[in-house]
Every structure is written in C-alpha cells, then in structure tokens.
C-alpha cells in the first residue's frame, strides 16, 4: 500500500491541473480516508462536494 504524504492540499492546489486533482481524490478515497479529511481535500481542490445517498457516494461539482 502506498503511503500519503502529508501536506498543505491548498498549496498544491494551484500548480494541479483539472485531471491531476481528480486522479488525487481517487488515490484518497481508495486508501479509505475519513469522509471529512475526503471533504476537505476536495473543497480545497476547489470541488463542492454533495452526497449520493441512495449510492453512499460523494458528487463533486467543479468551480473553477
């Protein structure tokens, strides 16, 4: 199992493309964060995050 490195998610925010941001959320959802830590991350990737309830599953929106 790969390791995350720890670091301020907003600072990398910037130098991340759409996709990179997109490929950094599945690396954290598949290593089973806690839905908060995957919240935050995403909100600071510049996602709105809302829940699927019926699925269990978060729906990002994009925007920027």
Same mark, same amino acid.
């Not at 130098?15 to 991350?41: C, H, M, N, P």
């Given at each position: %199992?790969?390791?995350?490195?720890?670091? &301020?998610?907003?600072? =990398?925010?910037?130098?991340?493309?759409? $996709?990179?941001?997109?490929?950094? =959320?599945?690396?954290?959802?598949?290593? $089973? @964060?806690? !839905?908060? @830590?995957?919240?935050?991350?995403?909100?600071? =990737?510049?996602? @709105?995050?809302?829940?699927?309830? !019926?699925?269990?599953? &978060? @729906? =990002?929106?994009? %925007?920027?």
């Amino acid at each position: %199992m790969q390791m995350l490195i720890p670091a &301020p998610i907003a600072a =990398l925010a910037e130098s991340l493309s759409y $996709d990179e941001r997109v490929a950094y =959320l599945t690396k954290i959802s598949a290593a $089973d @964060v806690r !839905a908060d @830590v995957f919240v935050a991350s995403a909100r600071a =990737l510049g996602f @709105v995050v809302s829940w699927d309830l !019926a699925r269990g599953t &978060p @729906v =990002l929106d994009w %925007m920027h």
